[in-house]
């Protein structure tokens, strides 16, 4: 088991309209992201039209939550004391699209163990209205 524990907070997004499907999806455990209705490609960072065909036709939808390392580091600088370094920040693909990548942090393992093509899943960390996307290795 790991000794990963969730930090007393963090430094919270600002929510926009587009953004608040992603940042708050995982009250009910989905990872939202925006979809193109029209080309069905996906849309990361969210925006109100898709990049790839320039339609409006746009809108929040789940995805697996299943997702590859793509880049990694470790932070070890502590830029906030309710989040001991050092930790891992990780560039990871969604298992749908592999050129729709986020930022975030792996989890539940040591930040040294994270490496490129590892298999992750997503959970959330709750702070007050904001549910933030986080992945933990897949048990293999
Ligand atoms: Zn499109």
Redesign the pocket.
């Known amino acids: 088991m790991s000794d990963y524990k969730s930090p007393e907070t963090r430094i919270l997004p600002e929510i926009t309209d587009e953004s608040r499907a992603f940042w708050t999806g995982g009250e009910r455990g989905e990872l939202l992201i925006y979809k193109?209705l029209?080309?069905?490609?996906l849309i990361h960072p969210p925006a109100p039209a898709?990049y790839?065909?320039?339609?409006i036709n746009?809108a929040p939808r789940p995805v697996s939550g299943r997702a590859t390392v793509a880049a990694k580091t470790i932070n070890v600088h502590s830029f906030n004391p309710a989040m001991p370094s050092p930790f891992s920040v990780a560039i990871v693909e969604l298992e749908e699209d592999s050129s729709t990548r986020l930022t975030t942090n792996v989890i539940g393992c040591p930040p040294e163990s994270v490496q490129i093509g590892m298999k992750v899943q997503v959970e959330f960390e709750h702070y007050e209205d904001v549910w933030v996307p986080v992945f933990r290795p897949v048990a293999s």
Not at 52 to 55: A, E, I, K, T
């Open positions: 193109c029209d080309c069905q490609g898709c790839h065909c320039q339609s746009v």
